[in-house]
């Protein structure tokens, strides 16, 4: 269920506005509809008072016969009109207030004319009316004469208003008056002019969702951009005024991480300047002793520092080293790093896959690739390489034939000095940088590096970077 909701917060907000809109409109229709309808039934009470006013007028003063004449003379099927001796409402009680209260009204109004009673009834269309379809039009026919026609047709079919009025004499007047028929809230000519006025608001409520949601589709570019290059170019600071202050946030922050990398790679630089002079110095001096077990471990200590000040400058570096992207040929970078560890094969190389091209900053690009095999060669004696593309993405994985990595650590091992190996021999543990710093060159690439233990024993990486177009 929970995969057919919007995951967005605009397509929530355009949800939201569409069902008001089709809610407001089935409202408005329906209160549309009951008013109309509310009208029309007091236009079809006047009506029957003024044509009853009309017929008792003309009758009341002529004998009964003379009535009979006029009426079969005003005879119609949808206005019928007869006189008779008995009345067509046989019943006194009227079937509705509005109708009792009519009846009064006709009473008081005609008496002066010798009416002594009146009757009211609602009565459905009969069977036996012509359908519209019998309301036929010449080829002539204007669009005036074309509704007449059809508004003839509607009061054929609709219901009736029956009226039956005594004279004083006892003789009855009996009319019926057709129902105004309810025309349709939606018709041909109406559902395009509501589908036009629905598609404009939700049109323009996409415009104004756009508008809205820019700051945060701005803000959700530029911090990826920023993750993936730190030194891009900042963001125009042009818009409405929550877009300005949106890109000035961004940039401002950009500026300050920028500025502190830059402060670690100088002190990283100084750090290095101030080391290499001593550093020197106790060479030097070590030249002068004799050959001894002392002489060769202060030695290998001294390599120690070197390396570990030469890695620890090469982690403050390398997100501001100035090298451009290029198209490079991943499978000749890897087959040239795997040149130079005896302890590594290729599981396709009969394969050559070729056309694995890739945008990437060659130098860091093969110290990435190059930490990845070291340590699948360091903690698992060897490394089996493959490499394999689908439609976007090339894919290198190195399998080694270590013990594995638990797998509650294997996210903890990207951190910086993060060592599974607790010795403090540089020649086993390192200093738990290579991971971190493979991976932000990945991710700087637009790729990933990802771990798991195998199923048949060893450690499975896999780095995925984007296919060249």
Known sequence: MRRLLPQ??????????????????????????????AANDVV???????????LVQLM??????????????????????????????????????????????????????GVTDA?????????????????????????????????????????????????????????????????????????????LIAGLIVVMSIWSLRRVTAPYRMMETAVKRIGNDLKSPPIP???????????KAINSMQARLLEHVEDREHLAA????????????????????????????????????????????????FEVTEEKAERIDFWSLVESIADGFEQVSFENDETRSRGLICIARPVALKRCVTNLVQNAVTYGKRAHLSLGKSDHTITLTIRDEGPGIPAAQIDAVFGSFVRLEQSRNRQTGGLGLGLSIARSIARAAGGEISLKNHPEGGLLTQLTLPLAA
Not at 124 to 135: I, L, M, R, V, Y
Not at 273 to 298: G, Q
């Open 237 to 247: 600071e042009t818009g409405s005024r929550e877009i300005r202050a949106a890109a």
């Open 44 to 54: 079809d009470l006047y009506r029957l008072n003024d044509r009853a006013y009309s």
């Open 270 to 317: 100084a750090l290095a300047h101030d080391l290499r002079t001593p550093i020197t110095r106790m060479r030097l001096r070590l030249e002068l002793l004799r050959n001894s077990a002392v002489r060769e471990a202060l030695a290998h200590d001294l390599a120690d520092v070197e390396g570990i000040a030469s890695s620890v400058i090469d982690f403050a570096t």
């Open 119 to 195: 009757r009211v009834r609602r009565d459905p269309a009969s069977q036996d009316t012509d359908e519209p379809g019998s309301f036929t039009n010449g080829p002539d026919a204007g669009q005036v004469e074309r509704d007449l026609l059809v508004l003839a047709a509607d009061f054929a079919q609709s219901d009736k208003l029956t009226a039956s009025l005594r004279f004083a004499d006892g003789q009855w007047l009996n009319f019926t008056e057709p129902i105004t028929p309810a025309g349709p809230i939606l018709s041909f000519n109406s559902v395009p002019l509501y589908s």
């Open 60 to 113: 009341h003063a002529a004998t009964p016969e003379e009535r009979k004449l006029t009426a079969s003379g005003l005879f119609d099927p949808t206005y019928a009109v007869t006189v008779s001796d008995t009345p067509a409402v046989t019943s006194s009680i009227a079937g509705d207030d509005e109708l009792a209260e009519l009846e009064d009204i006709l009473v008081g109004r005609l008496s002066k004319f």
């Open 8 to 37: 967005t917060l605009p397509v929530w907000v355009l949800l939201i506005v569409i069902a008001g809109l089709l809610i407001s409109q089935v409202a408005t229709l329906y209160i549309v509809s009951r008013d109309r309808a």
